[in-house]
């Protein structure tokens, strides 16, 4: 192995970067006071990895870096590089030239490298230790230290005579493993503390474990459970779902027929109320035809005296205008009664209409349920009707000749509501 250059940039007092090579037979430098002998066997120590400010003639690691002159600025780092012919492999790498650099920054950041690549300080002391070479060995001799080692207690020289004999490296690796040591013991101890502390826990953690894995179990059935439980309450709602959309459009349907009915009803009473009007004209007419009538009796009455044979066709126009006028008035009663009849059944259309309307509007407030229980009243009741209307029917049907028109149209209004009711019926036993 040997020392091939020294690179110094801003160490010091080296303020621009210098490069000292060492070439074969070099041995030495020199050089007056001052000139800066000392700050390159400092720099070859701190480059090594030296920690201590005052092995560097220093308050702090700081006081290291180019603090600047009458001519130039401080500088904000310190560099130094130092370069080995390692083609024998005295260290212990597989590089046969290494490079070892350290960088140091005014904020306190430090870096170490070699052949580039960024390191750790332990990696360069163990680089250097079982070589003789490193901070704390005794290839680099400052100044007083040679009589420090003559005045010294025989321990430190025990120490110094370990280093050179290379057995410093071995003590450090030993105290080193009697720190890890301890520190495994130490941590030995903690474990045996918690496994003592977790065996009396392991009985409550049985139970523990033992209940929470019932409650996963129990959990887990819940879920499935829960899980059924929706879907077949899902598959229930869709079908009431289903169902009440059924009922909804039958209802709606029902609601549309009861609407034509009504419609159809208002029509029929309009045609009742002018039957009525022509039946009032009739017996208006009648009346007339009565006062006429009585009249002209009276006026033959005061002709009885003129001739017998005056009276006897007096007698005759008499018992004829009598037999015309109990007609009359029998035509009359009837037209009267008709009358009556006419007015009852547009009373009764007139109830059935507010009837209708009423059961139209509470069809619309019922559910599917009471819309289904009022249809089965409304048939009870239809059914009802149904016998009224044939016992209607038998009675209009001995009105006079000029009734049969409307008569007709009374009986197929019947037979249309025979129909709807049918219908309805049929409706009911669907849903």
Do not use: C
């Not at 290291?64 to 790498?93: C, E, Q, W």
């Not at 019932?214 to 229930?236: A, H, N």
């Not at 039958?250 to 009504?262: E, F, G, R």
């Not at 035509?331 to 009764?348: F, G, I, P, R």
Request: no cysteine; charged share 25%; net charge neutral.
């Amino acid at each position: 192995m040997q020392l091939l250059s020294l690179t110094l940039d801003g160490f010091k007092s080296f303020a621009q970067k210098t490069t000292i090579k060492f070439e074969p037979g070099m041995t030495g430098i020199v050089g007056p006071n001052g000139s800066g002998k000392s700050n390159i066997i400092e720099a070859i120590r701190w480059v090594m990895g030296e920690q201590s400010a005052h092995q560097l003639r220093g308050d702090k690691m700081a006081d290291v870096i180019f603090n600047g002159s009458s001519d130039r600025k401080p500088l904000n780092r310190a560099l130094v590089s130092i370069t080995f012919d390692n083609s024998d492999h005295y260290l212990a790498s597989d590089f046969t030239e290494l490079t070892i650099t350290r960088k140091l920054y005014r904020n306190g950041d430090s870096e170490y490298l070699v052949n580039g690549q960024e390191v750790r300080l332990k990696d360069i002391t163990d680089l250097f230790i079982d070589s003789g070479l490193g901070r704390e060995s005794f290839s680099i001799i400052s100044q007083g230290q040679i009589e420090a080692i003559f005045n010294g207690k025989p321990a430190d020289r025990r120490s110094i005579i370990e280093a050179v004999a290379g057995v410093a490296k071995y003590k450090k690796n030993k105290d080193t493993a009697e720190k890890r040591l301890s520190s495994t013991m130490d941590n030995l101890n903690r474990v045996n503390d918690i496994i003592a502390e977790l065996t009396s826990q392991l009985e409550p953690l049985a139970d523990e474990s033992a209940l929470a894995e019932d409650y996963l179990e129990q959990k887990e059935q819940y879920d499935l459970l829960d899980r059924t439980q929706t879907v077949r309450l899902y598959e229930q709602t869709s079908k009431e779902l289903t169902n009440l959309k059924a009922k909804l459009a039958t209802d709606q349907k029902l609601v549309s027929d009861y609407t034509a009915q009504l419609t159809k009803s208002t029509a029929g009473l309009n045609q009742l109320k002018q039957q009525q009007g022509n039946l009032q004209t009739q017996k208006d007419q009648l009346q007339a035809q009565i006062l006429t009538t009585t009249e002209m009796i009276g006026k033959l009455q005061n002709q009885q005296s003129v001739s017998s044979i005056k009276r006897e066709q007096q007698l005759q126009e008499r018992e004829r205008l009598t037999n015309q006028l109990q007609k009359l008035k029998q035509q009359q009663t009837e037209v009267d009664q008709k009358l009556t009849q006419a007015n009852e059944q547009v009373q009764s259309q007139k109830g059935a209409i507010a009837n209708h309307q009423e059961e139209l509007a509470a069809a619309k407030r019922m559910t599917s349920s009471q819309r289904i229980q009022h249809a089965n009243e409304k048939l009870e009741e239809l059914r009802g009707n149904q016998v009224d209307l044939m016992q209607q029917i038998t009675t209009l049907q001995n009105q006079q000749a000029f009734l049969k028109s409307n008569h007709e149209q009374t009986i197929n209004a019947q037979q249309q509501s025979n129909a709807e009711l049918q219908a309805a019926q049929q409706r009911l036993t669907e849903i």
